[in-house]
């Protein structure tokens, strides 16, 4: 009976990854296809429409998380995500492709990153995060995405839909895009959940690490597959501005709108260090992308060192 409840399991956390993938990439081919008929800035379509379809899969497994009183899962998840979308993807994608971009951009968005992250703290200090501090964190996202989308807007070069390879998606083709990839990631998320708490009772294992890596690895695949395609098509800042803003999002959305639902309570001295690799990760970023004076870069040797530190934490987990 174990035996069948465990294969279960991994067949469900396999298929919620699966739907997780092609959902996140789905939603988010759709929603670049609508930013850029409303001629928005690559960095802003990175760090606003592309950012919130890839996380996404944190925001419903959290909240399914939360929901269900799993809240190691839910704050393992986001802080886990966060560690990986720097470590591991930026990593991979730097190693594949090395970024370039205005360091000027990555510095003021990575700071904001950094005060989302150290918001983030204080509300976590008291055993948890409450109803009202899960609606100041939606707030300020909301105040993040209106004043990025005011300043990114163009009327040129920079979001014309015209750059886009072959026909343009037309808008019903991406509302209703949008719509399928929202319904997979929904039912992904859930039999993630279920397939990886129903794991972790069977081998012991807690849920912070579960959710610190299973799960947020999962999750973030979709950062991965937006992050190597926009650096692989030289939209360099859609890949950085991706990565820091499913960060942002994490932060100010998911936990937001999941606490504003159900408040959870834990012992976030449990996930201390784990934060503090988070916020180390988040300041790096900003380091190794201002070391020229004009324009930003990320090259191998940066993604290498960022995939072995990703490697020595994930290490200390186990």
């Avoid at 929603?31 to 960095?43: K, N």
């Avoid at 899960?134 to 839909?161: M, N, Y």
Wanted: charge should be neutral; charged fraction near 15%; aromatic fraction near 8%.
């Amino acid at each position: 009976m174990i035996l069948t409840e465990t294969i279960w399991a991994v067949i469900k956390l396999l298929a919620g990854f699966v739907l997780l993938f092609f959902g996140g990439d789905w939603l988010v081919e759709g929603g670049v296809a609508l930013a850029r008929r409303f001629r928005i800035s690559p960095l802003v379509i990175g760090m606003t429409i592309v950012a919130f379809g890839t996380s996404a899969p944190e925001l419903l497994v959290s909240t399914i998380s939360a929901i269900k009183g799993s809240a190691g899962i839910a704050m393992g998840n986001v802080i886990g995500s966060n560690i990986a979308n720097i470590g591991l993807i930026l990593g991979i994608t730097a190693l594949i492709c090395p970024i370039e971009t205005d360091n000027s951009k990555v510095v003021r968005h990575g700071s904001i990153m950094i005060v989302a992250s150290l918001l983030l703290l204080v509300f976590s200090l008291h055993s948890g995060i409450s109803r009202i501090e899960g609606l100041t964190l939606f707030i300020c996202l909301i105040l993040f995405t209106t004043i990025s989308i005011r300043k990114g807007r163009t009327q040129h070069q920079e979001a014309d839909i015209d750059d886009q390879e072959g026909k343009p998606m037309t808008i019903l083709a991406a509302v209703g895009l949008i719509a399928l990839s929202c319904v997979m990631l929904a039912f992904g998320a859930d039999i993630l959940v279920d397939g990886a708490t129903t794991l972790a009772s069977a081998m012991g294992v807690s849920d912070k690490v579960i959710g610190l890596t299973i799960v947020a690895l999962g999750t973030s695949l979709p950062e991965l597959a937006a992050s190597i395609a926009a650096a692989v098509k030289k939209q360099m800042d859609i890949s950085i501005g991706n990565v820091i803003g499913s960060n942002i999002f994490n932060i100010l959305c998911v936990l937001g709108v999941s606490t504003s639902i159900k408040p959870i309570s834990l012992e976030f001295s449990d996930y201390m260090s784990d934060f503090i690799w988070m916020l180390g990760f988040s300041v790096f970023i900003i380091i190794f992308t201002t070391m020229r004076k004009k324009k930003g870069r990320l090259g191998r040797t940066a993604g290498i060192l960022f995939l072995l530190a990703y490697a020595v934490y994930a290490w200390s987990l186990f």
